[in-house]
T-cell receptor, first 112, second 110 residues
Framework: EAAVTQSPRNKVAVTGGKVTLSCNQTNNHNNMYWYRQDTGHGLRLIHYSYGAGSTEKGDIPDGYKASRPSQENFSLILELATPSQTSVYFC???????????FGPGTRLLVL | QEKVQQSPESLIVPEGAMVSLNCSFSDSASQSIWWYQQHPGKGPKALISIFSNGNKKEGRLTVYLNRASLHVSLHIKDSQPSDSAVYLCAVNDNNNAPRFGAGTKLSVKP
């Protein structure tokens, strides 16, 4: 089964600080995704990527940047964290041409 | 942008009951529709998908798709306490970037 790991698993940040969430997958999937999950909203797509060097905006990209330096790694960057970005963040991967997504365990972020 | 809505928000059933979960979407040209299961503190896990109109059965799960009415449903036969989880409906667009509904929280009581 596809393996997706995320780090850190829990993070407390201060308003205005920079936060980097990391995701690694070991299944050579081309596609990777970042979502946030909040009560009442389900999973909302922030950024996604079709391969190393590519990033695409999802539905709620404001306040977030993404970086895909390699096939295995996909990072989500909050340059100036705000309390409204307190959430649980999920990374997922998927093979090109297939529509199954494999999710990581999530990162719980609290911005004070 | 695909809009995905799920109902009900939550559901409590006795063990052995048939469970029916609903999902509506906004784009008839959407690609496949997936159902995911998410246990507390875990990431979602893919359960079953459907692309063509009609139904698809896998074990205790059956999914029905009606593209004309923009509706898909998931039915769980003989529900078990281990089925207690949040069920998410995901609709893939042409860019293969899935959009999710808010989920249905299912509790199966022994």
């Amino acid at each position: 089964e596809a393996a997706v790991t995320q780090s850190p698993r829990n993070k407390v940040a201060v308003t205005g600080g920079k936060v980097t969430l990391s995701c690694n997958q070991t299944n050579n999937h081309n596609n990777m995704y970042w979502y946030r999950q909040d009560t009442g909203h389900g999973l909302r797509l922030i950024h996604y990527s079709y391969g190393a060097g590519s990033t695409e905006k999802g539905d709620i990209p404001d306040g977030y940047k993404a970086s895909r330096p390699s096939q295995e790694n996909f990072s989500l960057i909050l340059e100036l964290a705000t309390p409204s970005q307190t959430s649980v963040y999920f990374c997922a991967s998927g093979a090109a041409g297939e529509d199954t997504q494999y999710f990581g365990p999530g990162t719980r972020l609290l911005v004070l | 942008q695909e809009k995905v809505q799920q109902s009900p928000e939550s559901l409590i059933v006795p063990e052995g009951a048939m469970v029916s979960l609903n999902c509506s979407f906004s784009d008839s040209a959407s690609q496949s529709i997936w159902w995911y299961q998410q246990h507390p503190g875990k990431g979602p896990k893919a359960l079953i998908s459907i692309f063509s109109n009609g139904n698809k059965k896998e074990g205790r799960l059956t999914v029905y798709l009606n593209r004309a009415s923009l509706h898909v449903s998931l039915h769980i036969k003989d529900s078990q306490p281990s089925d207690s989880a949040v069920y998410l409906c995901a609709v893939n667009d042409n860019n293969n970037a899935p959009r999710f509904g808010a989920g249905t929280k299912l509790s199966v009581k022994p």
